[in-house]
């Protein structure tokens, strides 16, 4: 069974880069069935995705989010990590890493998702 | 990009009872949608994949329909696990999106 962990730093001073890791287990991060990408959620709020990228190092991003992400894979280590720069307290949320179904050249649904890591961005 | 609307806002419905949800796109995104069942303090759980398939070890009870610009998730029976939050979401297009969400409640 995939599981994903999220983890990095639960506080981040505005300004800042803020740098987060998903653990991939129980599969490979390099699966040509897979893509990974990176959810948020405010909290109370609802879900954002905020990028994604294949097995192949192809990357989607969100584009209200693009100037200040970027998200990589380290297939040595199984892990997928996201950085987004210039953080302020509207950057506060659950991030989740999650994996997504992809085949023949198209992107699917997230069908594993981790439990999250809350990023606080305060003084 | 798409924007993913969701009705009603929250739904109050008895354990047993029937709920119904909808998901409106503001293009057509063909039978790329997905549904998400989060618990509070838990990660979203995939529920509905094209629109109409059941992911892996989802009761019957769940049922997804519609293709185009509207949808809708059906609970036919209401169990307890399934007070919690839904969501819609499109991937026909970048950038993915998600809907508001609907909250299903205790009547």
């Known amino acids: 069974q995939l599981q994903l962990q999220e983890s990095g730093p639960g506080l981040v001073k505005p300004s800042e880069t803020l740098s987060l890791t998903c653990t991939v287990s129980?599969?490979?991060?390099?699966?040509?069935?897979?893509?990974w990408g990176w959810i948020r959620q405010p909290p109370g709020k609802g879900l954002e995705w905020i990028a994604s990228i294949s097995y192949s190092g192809s990357t989607f991003y969100n584009p209200s989010l693009r100037s200040r992400v970027t998200i990589s894979v380290d297939t040595s280590k199984n892990q997928l990590s996201l950085k987004l720069s210039s953080v302020t307290a509207a950057d506060t949320a659950m991030y989740h890493c999650?994996?997504?179904?992809?085949?023949?050249?198209?992107?699917?649904?997230?069908?594993?998702w981790g439990q999250g890591t809350l990023v606080t961005v305060s003084s | 990009e798409i924007v993913m609307t969701q009705s009603p806002a929250t739904l109050s419905v008895s354990p047993g009872e029937r709920a119904t949800l909808s998901c409106r796109a503001s293009?057509?995104?063909?039978?790329?949608l997905a549904w998400y069942r989060q618990k509070p303090g838990q990660a979203p759980r995939l529920l509905i994949y094209?629109?109409?398939t059941r992911a892996t070890g989802i009761p019957a009870r769940f049922s997804g329909s519609g293709s185009g610009t509207e949808f809708t998730l059906t609970i036919s029976s209401l169990q307890s696990e399934d007070f919690a939050v839904y969501y819609c979401q499109q991937y026909k297009n970048w950038p993915f999106t998600f809907g508001p969400g609907t909250k299903v409640d205790i009547k």
């Open positions: 129980g599969g490979s991060i390099s699966s040509s069935s897979s893509f």
């Open positions: 293009q057509s995104v063909s039978s790329s």
């Open positions: 094209g629109a109409s």
């Open positions: 999650a994996r997504g179904y992809y085949s023949s050249s198209r992107w699917y649904h997230f069908d594993f």
